[in-house]
DNA sequence: GATTATAATCGTAATATTGCGATATGGGCA
DNA sequence: TGCCCATATCGCAATATTACGATTATAATC
């Protein structure tokens, strides 16, 4: 198999897990981190902030993009991507309601 | 190749990475929220839950005891799971400074 | 001691991810 | 039009992930 089995999860788990997948690369870590700070930059920026190839760089940029979480405009030549806020938010708000207070004693093991 | 370059980001990168990569699947998720809402439990317990076989399962709680969110006692023939909350509470703190507020502002692409 | 229950590990197949060179596409400019 | 620049996409190789049946290891029970 290596299909992951959707079907057995609710919408919420699915949702939760293909936001962590989104993230679960340091290169996309610092692309978001770098158009944190910078506000937006083009792609060529991101291949030199990032030391990958071209279309590595590029393919991590369609996942984010494909995830919602970025947004690009073309900008002449060149194309502009930012972070996309309402998607973004979306992910502060689920992750925070995931991560809520664990109390110490509510992990005693049996 | 298909192997990440971990040495191009920073150690920080790395690790917000690979604890998003933790919970990058639905089946972990649900394991999680289970454990939070049954405090603890025994794998048997997982395998009912989930509806995956329980080498699948058992894989699924490896991992995250690899990553140190979730932790095991031998409790007889069984293996009582629970969060580790301590990691957790690394956890919540690490994805709430990465996704702190974006004012609406801050994003419009060039 | 043999049997049963519980869970980890092994082996393997299917699929996904990561990375990059090569190639395509489309805009700007001489 | 012809030539560069910036990106995306294609094709491929290496590696990782997901899933499960079979096996193993240990503990409880008869």
Known sequence: MGITK?????????????MAKAIAHPARIAILQYLLKKNACITGDLVDELGLAQATTSQHLKELKNAGIIQGNIEGASVCYCINPKIWKRYNTLFN??????????SNCC
Not at 6 to 18: G, I, R, Y
Not at 97 to 106: I, N
């Open 97 to 106: 309601a995931f991560f809520r207070e664990v109390k110490d004693s509510d």
């Open 6 to 18: 959707s079907d057995l999860f609710t919408k919420q788990q699915n949702e939760l897990a293909n």
